[in-house]
């Protein structure tokens, strides 16, 4: 389809691919933490320039940029700002700036951090004297942290990448066993099951328009809704729509024994796994490491006296790093 036929033809221009990576960034993102190393440089230059200039971005917000002291306080930033609830955080870099910062890197990765992006120009690693010459070295020393790369091979799709990853990560949604939703470390909803013989009951409360204001009980990061992490917050009826026709989904998969895939599913998302924990059962209280869910969705934990399930209690993270 031409681009006088096209619904959306965009906006002509010529643009080399850090420029088309940091029109996308000024629009959607919420922050940028990074430090210039070429020839990353370039993207957080205009970024900022369109920020000092006042531009707000999509969600009506006018974003931050912090310059820190090199490429891996830059990276623990970036992570930190994800991590309190920053709305489609990012940090760009490139050669051996990827290297200083990998640490944070793999704590960026390990910590399933929704809500972050690392742009990459990439550049080639070498040993004996700086070279910028393009390569794929520091792309290559990303790949065992577990991020998920997309390339772009012009600046278009380079673009267009950035505006996918902004898609899927902006708003993190995590899961708390063995009930709750959380967005950027905020609860959004609550699920509870009443199970018969031969039945289930399921209720699910989302917070759409407005979360509770729990006053002196709230958690450090208090509840949040749909209105306060969506530009356009759905209505309840296309919400419902949504949540059964998800529901019916995965009980066609349950059905034809695709139990395993969606353990896999749960366990990718849930903000437990490698966590410290304290889970209450009763009067009981149990410590341990958080494993995952078995294929019944009981939690596993690793405790002193070995690998224990558990089908129900409330569970609490304990303060401190993630353990792993």
């Known amino acids: 389809m031409s681009a006088g036929t096209s619904a959306f033809p965009g906006v002509p221009d010529v643009i080399n691919g850090n420029g088309a990576v940091a029109y996308v960034m000024k629009h959607v993102c919420g922050g940028v933490i990074g430090y210039p190393i070429t020839p990353s440089t370039e993207i957080s230059e ?29 990276q623990s930033g970036a992570l930190g700002a994800a991590l309190t609830g920053g709305n489609f955080i990012s940090n760009a870099s490139s050669s051996q700036g990827i290297l200083y910062g990998l640490e944070s890197h793999y704590v960026t990765a390990g910590k399933k951090i929704g809500g972050f992006v690392l742009q990459v120009a990439a550049r080639v690693v070498t040993k004996h004297s700086l070279n910028v010459m393009a390569g794929h070295d520091d792309v290559y020393a990303l790949l065992p942290s577990g991020y998920t790369i997309l390339f ?7 673009a267009d990448r950035v505006g996918q990853m902004g898609g899927v990560i902006t708003a993190s949604v995590t899961l708390h066993w063995p ?11 609550g699920i509870l099951v009443e199970a018969g013989v031969r039945h289930a009951v399921l209720g699910i409360g989302v917070n759409v328009l407005g979360a509770p204001d729990l006053g002196r009980t709230a958690p450090v990061l208090p509840p949040v809704s749909l209105a306060d992490v969506c530009a356009r917050p759905p209505s309840r009826e296309a919400l419902l729509i949504g949540i059964v026709k998800h529901l019916a989904d995965h009980y066609e998969g349950l059905a034809r024994g695709q139990v395993r895939e969606l353990v896999d599913a749960y366990t990718c998302l849930d903000m437990t796994v490698g966590m410290g924990l304290t889970l209450q059962v009763g009067a009981q209280q149990v410590h341990g490491v958080a494993t995952g869910i078995d294929d019944n969705g009981a939690l596993v934990l690793s405790t002193g006296e070995g690998l224990r ?16």
Request: glycine share 12%.
């Open 152 to 158: 772009g091979s012009n600046p278009q799709e380079a």
């Open 179 to 189: 009930n709750d939703v959380y967005v950027e470390g905020r609860k959004l909803a």
């Open 309 to 324: 399930r558990f089908v129900a209690g409330e569970v609490h993270i304990d303060p401190g790093p993630m353990i792993g």
């Open 46 to 74: 205009i970024f900022e320039a369109a920020r000092a200039e006042g531009q707000l971005n999509v969600w009506g917000k006018h974003p931050f940029f912090v310059e820190t002291e090199g490429e891996h306080s830059a």
